[in-house]
């Protein structure tokens, strides 16, 4: 009986150790690749100030902007050995392992940035983040976004066939990359931080990329025309290395989560209070505006849901069906 009762305090508090680590103070690293005035860096800043006050100085975050730590596949290398501690990443280097992220792509799955903010809180999506700790070797602690997807080329368009054959920047990710491939044009995968020049110095003859930037990076000086087409949505995920993560106390954790969780809010937040803002702005730029739906890319969107029905079949369908339920 007492042999019992000694095991049994021992396996409880060897429970409490496993589950709970003491509370360290600590000065965790944050790593973005976007540059310091974008929502994404401005709301990862308040992430570091909030968990400042709500540890009271306890913790701390240096946040690094602008690919300061590398690419994000540096960034998601040094947070599976623990050297980063957390990022906001776009889905890009996370779908190279976590396949079904990629139907987050779907073209035309939502309309408009509220209708992406709405379906990237549905189990459809949230569900896929549960991949990550096993794949990827993060915790996604939920999603943020940039805009809704726009094309911006050097060269007039009024087709689609005028797409075919023009390089044209995409970020690095496998379900763009088909939607272009299926256009007849093609793709060039750059991330962000080598945009400007190569659009600059003619390496592409046009941009995949979103209103915020095509605002205030000044992609739109490079434009003959912009397709305000919001093809597609971009989702952004908040992760934390699953290493640092397991050293964690549960106090820590709930913590982090709750207010990195806030400030991924505010950025969706953000993202539907001043997309339309940035569309004024550039509709005013003089440059050639085109609006484009689902009809302008119709036989690719046919091809691209032929390939992503087979590569990631449960979580596209679960989307479309997410979907549908917010367009009602
Ligand atoms: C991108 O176009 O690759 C990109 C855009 C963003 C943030 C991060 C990446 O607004």
């Keep these: ?27 965790f690293r944050m790593g973005l690749i976007t540059p310091p005035p974008h929502i994404w860096t401005q709301q990862a800043n308040g992430f570091a100030e909030d968990l400042k006050e709500a540890s009271g100085g306890k913790h701390t975050v240096s946040v690094f902007p602008a ?8 960034m998601l290398q040094q947070m599976q050995t623990g050297a980063l501690d957390m990022a906001f990443l776009t889905i890009a280097e996370a779908s190279n392992r976590v396949e079904n992220l990629g139907a987050l792509y ?13 379906i990237l809180k549905t189990p459809a999506a949230t569900n896929l983040l549960k991949e990550l700790p ?4 993060v915790v996604g602690i939920g999603y943020g976004m940039a805009g809704m997807r726009q094309i911006l080329t050097a060269k007039p ?3 689609a066939d005028d797409l075919s054959g023009m390089k044209l920047r995409i970020t690095p990710l496998d379900p763009i990359r088909d939607f272009y491939i299926d256009l007849g044009a093609a793709p060039t995968p750059l991330p962000l931080p080598a945009v400007y020049d190569a659009l ?3 390496q592409v003859d046009g941009i995949d990329m979103d209103l915020e930037l095509i605002w205030a990076l000044k992609f739109w000086e490079k434009a003959d025309t912009i397709l305000v087409s919001n093809h597609m949505m971009f989702p952004m995920v908040g992760v934390v290395s699953a290493r640092v993560w397991k050293d964690m106390s549960e106090e ?10 806030k400030r991924l809010d505010m950025v969706m937040a953000e993202y539907k209070a001043k997309e339309s803002g940035w569309e004024e702005k550039v509709r005013g730029t003089g440059k050639t505006i085109k609006d484009v739906g689902p009809e302008f890319f119709e036989e690719e969107i046919v091809e691209w849901e032929e390939t992503w029905s087979k590569r990631t079949p449960e979580a596209l369908s679960g989307l479309r069906e997410a979907a549908k339920n917010i367009k009602k």
């Design 1 to 27: 009986m007492k042999i019992r009762k000694i095991g049994t305090l021992i396996a409880a508090v060897a429970g409490v150790c496993a589950f709970s680590a003491p509370a360290l103070a600590k000065d």
């Design 67 to 74: 690919g300061q730590l590398g690419s994000e596949a540096q």
């Design 106 to 118: 779907a073209p035309y799955l939502v309309r408009n940035v509220a209708e992406a903010a709405e």
């Design 134 to 137: 096993a794949k990827a070797g």
């Design 157 to 159: 368009v009024e087709t």
């Design 200 to 202: 600059a110095n003619g």
């Design 252 to 261: 820590d954790r709930k913590m982090i989560t709750d207010l990195m969780s």
